[in-house]
């Protein structure tokens, strides 16, 4: 396979790499505006024959009972990933904008490592329980517990971290028995379709397991929502989204996984070391562009050291300059699209409405006039009931906000419709544990400690989501529990 030479890229319905009923549609660089060439652009129909042949793959097959095949399968589309890590990479540079930095971490190389997880925890695995002999209404019974998978699961991800988020889902559902329909976003389609590729040319996984459906249009996900031969939505995007997913289930009862948006805290606590806290934080919220759920995107601090933290983290923001992604050093690349720049343009320009400064940035970079790029900004002089303190921007934007104290830094934390993740600094790590037990969050970053790992379960309460992805946890997601209680 060479993917880069692949300038159409094919759906893969049914063990077939197919062209799209509705023509194609073109991908695009956002650092450079080019076309890269164009995707197969699949309509309903498409996506209605992808279902059926997950569906005949789940009921027909022993897929969902041969664990010995699916970690085989699994382990070979590790390999085939490996072998065409290169490609892969150009691809996810050029289609998605990501920082070269950024792919030997989780824009590519962190989650083709972690398949070796899911082909680990499917080998290890408790499939059933024995819980032993009991009398319930004094009839003597052997009970026990059989995990089975959920039947035929529709992934519907968003451009952001394309690999990190398909292979997520991809990697356990398969590891536990499931077959699947992926529907990646418009935006990038190469590197979903690229995984269909290598899985159609150099894996034993057979037809109808995976099915890779790339469109332009978001009606064509939304059927996976809707069709009753669809088990489980598995989603990652916006709660916007997520809660239209959600209402599109509900007449089928469908099961639902939901890893949605985020406006998270960065909490400074007054023993902190605030020029090095300050500094981290504005390195986290200009990396990738701030195109992260789980960014950091609001940095609370003491009151009395406002000014100083402002100036930390504007010194840090004004020496990250958005560069081209193929440079080894560029920490903020592109934004996705001109229509995501010009919404968080709407967003800068919403601070100064509000009576907010920019301590540094606010707008499009002087010397980029092609590329989807927003100078790293800080956003000072406004409080926790701003508009950008409230909404998720996802693009290189920190605003700055006064705590009075350990008890308002978790109240501010904890003001917010999202509760994906949260950074606490302190010098005692007692006092840093304290304030992060009462985060309503799914994930914490005490100090610097990185949550990001194959056996770490993420996501987030509140309206940042149901359920947790990776980890055992995320297996399990994808498991039905089955108690069968036999007479004897
Ligand atoms: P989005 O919600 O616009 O789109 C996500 C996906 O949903 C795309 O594939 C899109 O085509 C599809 N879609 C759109 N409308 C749909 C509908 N009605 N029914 C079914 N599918 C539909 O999100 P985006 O702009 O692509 O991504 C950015 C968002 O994703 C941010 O809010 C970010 O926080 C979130 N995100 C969350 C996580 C997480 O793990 N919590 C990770 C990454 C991104």
Same mark, same amino acid.
């Given at each position: 396979?060479?993917?880069?030479?692949?300038?159409?890229?094919?759906?893969?319905?049914?063990?077939?790499?197919?062209?799209?009923?509705?023509?194609?549609?073109?991908?695009?660089?956002?650092?450079?505006?080019?076309?890269?060439?164009?995707?197969?652009?699949?309509?309903?129909?498409?996506?209605?024959?992808?279902?059926?042949?997950?569906?005949?793959?789940?009921?027909?097959?022993?897929?969902?009972?041969?664990?010995?095949?699916?970690?085989?399968?699994?382990?070979?589309?590790?390999?085939? =990933?490996?072998?065409?890590?290169?490609?892969?990479?150009?691809?996810?540079?050029?289609?998605?904008?990501?920082?070269?930095?950024?792919?030997?971490?989780?824009? =590519?190389?962190?989650?083709?490592?972690?398949?070796?997880?899911?082909?680990?925890?499917?080998?290890?695995?408790?499939?059933?329980?024995?819980?032993?002999?009991?009398?319930?209404?004094?009839?003597?019974?052997?009970?026990?517990?059989?995990?089975?998978?959920?039947?035929?699961?529709?992934?519907?991800?968003?451009?952001?971290?394309?690999?990190?988020?398909?292979?997520?889902?991809?990697?356990?559902?398969?590891? %536990?028995?499931?077959?699947?329909?992926?529907?990646?976003?418009?935006?990038?389609?190469?590197?979903?379709?690229?995984?269909?590729?290598?899985?159609?040319?150099?894996?034993?996984?057979?037809?109808?397991?995976?099915?890779?459906?790339?469109?332009?249009?978001?009606?064509?996900?939304?059927?996976?929502?809707?069709?009753?031969?669809?088990?489980?939505?598995?989603?990652?995007?916006?709660?916007?989204?997520?809660?239209?997913?959600?209402?599109?289930?509900?007449?089928?009862?469908?099961?639902?996984? =939901?890893?949605?948006?985020?406006?998270?805290?960065? =909490?400074?606590?007054?023993?902190?070391?605030?020029?090095?806290?300050?500094?981290?934080?504005?390195?986290?919220?200009?990396?990738?562009?701030?195109?992260?759920?789980?960014?950091?995107?609001?940095?609370?601090?003491?009151?009395?050291?406002?000014?100083?933290?402002?100036?930390?983290?504007?010194?840090?923001?004004?020496?990250?300059?958005?560069?081209?992604?193929?440079?080894?050093?560029?920490?903020?690349?592109?934004?996705?699209?001109?229509?995501?720049?010009?919404?968080?343009?709407?967003?800068?320009?919403?601070?100064?409405?509000?009576?907010?400064?920019?301590?540094?940035?606010?707008?499009?970079?002087?010397?980029?006039?092609?590329?989807?790029?927003?100078?790293?900004?800080?956003?000072?002089?406004?409080?926790?009931?701003?508009?950008?303190?409230?909404?998720?921007?996802?693009?290189?934007?920190?605003?700055?906000?006064?705590?009075?104290?350990?008890?308002? %830094?978790?109240?501010?934390?904890?003001?917010?419709?999202?509760?994906?993740?949260?950074?606490?600094?302190?010098?005692?790590?007692?006092?840093?544990?304290?304030?992060?037990?009462?985060?309503?969050?799914?994930?914490?970053?005490?100090?610097?400690?990185?949550?990001?790992? %194959?056996?770490?379960?993420?996501?987030?309460?509140?309206?940042?989501?149901?359920?947790?992805?990776?980890?055992?946890?995320?297996?399990?997601?994808?498991?039905?529990?089955?108690?069968?209680?036999?007479?004897?």
């Amino acid at each position: 396979m060479t993917v880069l030479a692949n300038r159409e890229s094919q759906l893969l319905i049914d063990g077939k790499l197919v062209a799209g009923s509705g023509g194609s549609f073109e991908t695009v660089n956002p650092a450079t505006e080019e076309v890269l060439g164009v995707a197969a652009d699949a309509t309903a129909d498409d996506m209605g024959r992808a279902i059926e042949a997950a569906r005949r793959a789940f009921d027909e097959t022993d897929w969902s009972t041969d664990t010995d095949l699916r970690v085989r399968c699994l382990r070979q589309l590790q390999a085939a =990933l490996k072998e065409h890590i290169e490609e892969l990479r150009e691809i996810t540079i050029g289609e998605v904008g990501a920082p070269r930095m950024l792919t030997s971490a989780a824009q =590519l190389e962190g989650p083709v490592d972690d398949l070796s997880f899911c082909a680990d925890t499917a080998e290890s695995y408790e499939w059933n329980t024995d819980l032993g002999v009991a009398s319930p209404m004094g009839i003597k019974t052997r009970r026990r517990l059989a995990r089975e998978a959920v039947g035929v699961v529709g992934a519907i991800t968003p451009w952001n971290f394309p690999h990190q988020i398909n292979l997520a889902k991809i990697g356990p559902a398969l590891a %536990a028995g499931n077959t699947i329909v992926l529907k990646p976003a418009p935006d990038t389609p190469w590197c979903a379709a690229a995984v269909g590729e290598l899985i159609a040319e150099h894996t034993d996984i057979p037809p109808g397991v995976v099915n890779i459906v790339t469109s332009s249009d978001h009606g064509v996900g939304a059927l996976l929502s809707k069709d009753p031969r669809v088990d489980m939505v598995s989603f990652t995007g916006s709660t916007a989204t997520g809660r239209s997913v959600m209402a599109d289930g509900a007449a089928t009862i469908k099961k639902v996984f =939901l890893e949605l948006g985020g406006k998270s805290a960065f =909490l400074v606590l007054d023993d902190a070391d605030l020029a090095a806290a300050c500094s981290m934080s504005a390195f986290t919220a200009s990396m990738h562009a701030g195109q992260g759920c789980a960014i950091t995107t609001r940095l609370v601090v003491p009151r009395a050291r406002y000014d100083e933290a402002v100036e930390a983290a504007a010194a840090t923001m004004g020496g990250l300059k958005p560069g081209d992604p193929q440079d080894a050093g560029t920490i903020c690349g592109p934004l996705i699209s001109a229509r995501q720049r010009d919404r968080v343009q709407g967003y800068l320009d919403s601070a100064i409405d509000e009576g907010g400064k920019f301590a540094v940035g606010g707008g499009r970079p002087a010397d980029r006039d092609t590329g989807f790029f927003i100078e790293p900004t800080v956003i000072a002089g406004l409080d926790n009931d701003a508009k950008v303190s409230r909404e998720e921007i996802f693009g290189p934007v920190l605003t700055v906000i006064a705590h009075d104290g350990d008890d308002d %830094a978790v109240r501010i934390a904890n003001d917010s419709a999202y509760g994906l993740s949260g950074t606490v600094f302190s010098a005692d790590e007692e006092r840093a544990n304290r304030v992060a037990a009462r985060m309503r969050v799914g994930t914490v970053n005490i100090n610097g400690g990185v949550w990001y790992s %194959a056996d770490m379960p993420f996501g987030g309460y509140k309206q940042s989501g149901l359920g947790r992805e990776m980890g055992l946890a995320g297996f399990e997601e994808y498991l039905e529990i089955k108690a069968i209680a036999t007479a004897v």
